[in-house]
């Protein structure tokens, strides 16, 4: 009986547990059901949302509705030109203060504990050292104020009565500048003094001397064997060496001579497989500047012919010139503001349309990109080198992956560009829309900045600050450069000083003040080639030092997500090489070098010149006041700036 009575309970706790699970499941059923329900009604929102972006209807709403992605955009940075002009640099003598063997040790373990700092030259790190100064604070004392300017580096040596060592901005820029011009003149020196090398330009010559790397030697050490093959020259930038020949195997090595500062051995090991017919032997502690043969070949051969091709057809030219002649009659007044196309720091850009019919000869409205700057700003950012570049660069520019600058006008507040309006929206926007980019959208863009690229540096102009919002789209959907606000021309073989650049984009030459050309628009293409196909940049912190620091550890730290390709990867990688004179763009094809690269495998460049290859995206534009694929921007409500009577804008 007990046996059958408990079979009973244990069927009756079996039934209520089945029937408890029954419940738990319409249970979940029901919300699965509410969470479907739920799902649809986002959905239909979702579908509402983007209705009403569309283009129809996108002027009444899209500025509420993309007011907070809108800030997101990215902010690009300037420094400070140096006070000293570069040619001076050499001979400026910097600040010493004497220091105890204790505190010049705190200071340099403070340094190279330093993120950023760590990355410098001990013959940096040891100027740094000298030239900081002391300074006392008394207990509570404020040292820095939240919302001051910064411009000194601080390395705390005690706590209560506070003894600090400091260091102002402009001799840190100029420490970091000096040793790397410094260094690249000596060494532009070394190779002009070399038979070998004397017939070569100087665009090539500051190529090698930029490829060329320090070795040492101690003393009594083999730095070439006879018999041995070979395939480095060598210049001596420090010490003595000895050269002997052993005439017969087992002879006793024959002195031949002593080789010092500025003298070279190995050269033939360029041209081709070299059999080392000499030992040389580092007499003391031996410094010497050398260079492989795959790094020479690399460089030399087909630089003069990328630096001065003229990608400028004279037809285009002729018409840029008949184009001039027009615009030159026109005045401020013959225009007026229809919308706003962007909003930044120096100002605004409005679309604007010009009704002088005299000039035009019909009633229809022809429109323009006015790019409207404050004066006062600029002064006060002490950025005025960089609009005067910018106005010679962009009119002068005629490519059609550029924006055209037809004119300026000026009056005491403001400063007035005049340029064509594209109305196909900033490709920014639209990534940011979509998300990302697949490979054929972003090799079409990517194609247009090469384009652009192979334009300004053929004429020596670097443009510095590439990123999606500087690029955008003609009605056709072609992909330009705008704002060239850091454009700057450099010529060939040189270099530029000042640091400028979105950070995200930033090479790392730049972030270390080491001097750079080119190159540095060819570690951005990369970055941007990053961007488009995931919809972030590679290297990004919360501030610019963190972004900075993560850049200088360098692009294979960086995980790559299985979104982009092989090919691509491949290309990212050789575009972001630590060293500037490694990246493709700069090496001996220059530019075609990234042409033929795999990922561009047959894509149709001459499609692209000429402009009759379809672009991945074709925006819609209905006519020539029609800015609905721009953001909306608020009404510029703020008072006028002061005037400015300084008259540094003459050329405008």
Known sequence: MGTLRDLQYALQEKIEELRQRDALIDELELELDQKDELIQKLQNELDKYRSVIKPATQQVHKASVLQEQHRTKRQAISGEPTAFDIHELSHVTLPFYPKSPQSKDLIKEAILDNDFMKNLELSQIQEIVDSMYPVEYGKDSCIIKEGDVGSLVYVMEALTNVKLWAID?????????????????????????????????????????????????????????????????????????????????NDMPVYLRALGKGDWFGEKALQGEDIRTANVIAADAVTCLVIDRDSFKHLIGGLEDVSNKGYEDAGAKAKYEAENAFFCNLKLVDFNIIDTLGVGGFGRVELVGCLNK???????????????????????????????????????????????????????????????????????????????FEDPTARFYTACVVEAFAYLHSKGIIYRDLKPENLILDHRGYAKLVDFGFAKKIGFGKKTWTFCGTPEYVAPEIILNKGHDISADYWSLGILMYELL??????????????????????????????????????????????????LGNLKNGVKDIQKHKWFEGFNWEGLRKGTLTPPIIPEVSSSTDTSNFDSFPEDNDDPPPDDMSGWDTDF
Not at 359 to 384: G, N, P, W, Y
């Open 358 to 436: 005299v000039q035009l000869k019909s009633d229809e409205i022809k429109t323009f990109a006015m790019k409207i700057l404050k004066k006062r700003h600029i002064v006060d950012t002490r950025q005025q080198e960089h609009i005067r570049s910018e106005k010679q660069i962009m009119q002068e520019a005629h490519s059609d992956f550029i924006v055209r600058l037809y004119r300026t006008f000026k009056d005491a507040k403001y400063l007035y560009m005049l340029m064509e309006a594209c109305l196909g929206g900033e490709l920014w926007t639209i990534l940011r829309d979509r998300g990302s």
């Open 169 to 249: 901005r402009q001799c840190f820029q100029t420490i970091m500048m000096r040793t790397g011009l410094i260094k690249h003149a000596e060494y532009m020196e070394f190779l002009k003094s070399v038979p070998t090398f004397q017939g070569l330009s100087e665009e090539i010559l500051s190529k090698l001397a930029d490829v060329m790397e320090e070795t040492h030697y101690g003393d009594g050490e083999y730095i070439v064997r006879q018999g041995a093959r070979g395939d480095t020259f060598f210049i001596i930038s420090k010490g003595k060496v000895n050269v002997t020949r052993e005439d017969l195997p």
């Open 534 to 583: 995931t919809g972030s940049p590679p290297f990004s912190g919360p501030d610019p030092m963190k972004t900075y620091n993560i850049i200088l550890r360098g692009i294979d730290m960086i995980e790559f997500p299985k979104k982009i390709t092989k090919n691509a990867a491949n290309l990212i990688k050789k575009l972001c090489r630590d060293n500037p004179s490694e990246r």
